[in-house]
């Protein structure tokens, strides 16, 4: 298997662990172990208790269960438990695709859902979309990509790295699409239920189309990423019963505590989107009036959904230069947006609590070089 670097996490591996501050993390804030089992009673006594042998391969029925009930009509054997979103995208290429197939994927995007369809043998068309107009989607644009031997299509819903939510009719025009040709639309649905309004919250993919494959995850919108845990679900039986055979090669089966955690977690998911959307709506605010102050070195397309935007950099360096910089000098990490093919753009992350603290360490750097320059 042949695969391009994956830039956006060694650009975390060399600043996430040594930088004061993360003002780009795309996961809500965390919570501790004894945390989590404090939203239901008994559950510390159940846990120490819990058995530590091998789970089962497609994930704990109880666990199917509990991620079949955060959706509209599927059935606990519709879905199938990975050891984190990673190796759902991974099972879902290197399953469904063959080696010639063609397969279309929404750009910009986190850089897994672009190599690995690579790294299968597929032929990628990007379906990019462009700072320019408000990162909006061209549906004919999309449609003008598909081919006679076009597999797949994936986007994601809402978006890494711009924050934004599909539009409904959108959503409704690529299924569609992908109806009318048996096309596997593969969507990554990790920051659902982070939407800003709730309201706006829209039908995941597996819930609208049969031959359609929703990538959830434990990681953004409740943050817990430590847990390592995702999941596919999807209508159609032979999806979930190649990806299920495929990961018999992979990892084989989950971590036992870490599909007791989930479980509790997401059976009392209301408790975790609330402070985690708490946070995202009081931090966005403040960046906000971040940007209205820097408008001349920052111009935002605001976000509706999850805990990340990305913002254009409009200073004479350049994104790298400036991001190097900043953690260098002020320990404050931004992610730039060449690990997405986007020059001129950074990704900021407002989930953490300290968020507000790694603005101001922002802002006294910025201070510094005006300073620097009178």
């Known amino acids: 298997m042949q695969i391009n670097p994956f830039r956006i996490e060694q650009y ?6 040594s930088a004061e501050y993360l003002l780009c993390s795309s996961d809500a804030e965390s919570r501790t172990i004894q945390e989590v ?11 120490v208790r819990h058995w530590c042998g091998y789970t089962e391969a497609p994930g704990a029925p109880w666990l199917r269960s509990t991620i079949a009930g955060i959706y509209q009509d599927i059935a606990s054997e519709q879905a199938l438990v990975v050891s984190c979103a990673e190796e759902g995208i991974l099972l879902v290429y290197h399953a469904l695709l063959e080696s010639g197939d063609h397969v279309i ?44 031997n076009t597999k797949l299509i994936y986007i994601a819903t809402p978006h890494n790295p711009t924050g934004l939510l599909m539009p409904r009719h959108v959503v409704e ?17 990790v920051f659902r239920e982070l939407e800003h309004n709730p309201a706006m919250r829209l039908p995941a993919a597996c819930e609208i189309y049969e031959n ?10 409740y943050g817990l990423p430590g847990l390592r845990l995702g999941w596919l679900v999807s209508r159609t039986p032979s999806i979930i019963q190649r990806c299920l055979d495929l990961r018999l090669y992979t990892t084989i089966c989950n971590s036992a505590p870490s599909e007791f955690l989930s479980d ?18 009081s931090n966005f605010l403040r960046l906000e009036e971040f940007f209205r102050e820097y408008a001349d070195l920052f111009e935002c397309v605001t976000p ?28 404050v990490m931004l992610l730039p947006g060449t690990v997405y093919d986007e020059p001129h753009h950074i990704r900021f992350g407002y989930g953490r609590k300290n968020m507000s603290e790694a603005l101001q360490r922002l802002i006294s750097d910025l201070g510094s070089h005006q300073n620097a320059l009178a």
């Open 304 to 331: 509706n959904a999850s805990p990340i935007c990305f913002p254009r950099f409009k200073g004479a360096q350049t994104v790298s230069q400036f991001c190097d910089e900043l953690v260098r000098n002020a320990q």
């Open 212 to 221: 359609a494959v929703s990538l959830g995850s434990m990681s953004k919108t």
């Open 37 to 47: 089992l404090q939203v239901e009673p008994g559950s510390q006594e159940r846990f």
């Open 105 to 148: 994927v929404e750009t910009p995007c986190f850089e897994s859902g672009l190599e690995l369809a690579r790294s299968a043998g597929a032929d990628v068309s990007e379906w990019r979309r462009k700072a320019d107009n408000a990162w909006a989607h061209d549906v004919q644009d999309l449609e003008s990509l598909i081919r006679r």
């Open 12 to 17: 975390f591996s060399k600043h996430e662990f």
């Open 173 to 189: 025009e690529v299924a569609a699409l992908c109806r009318d040709r048996r096309i596997v639309l593969f969507c990554d649905e």
């Open 264 to 281: 509790v977690a997401l059976r009392h998911r209301e408790v975790l989107i609330q402070r985690n959307l708490g946070i995202v709506r």
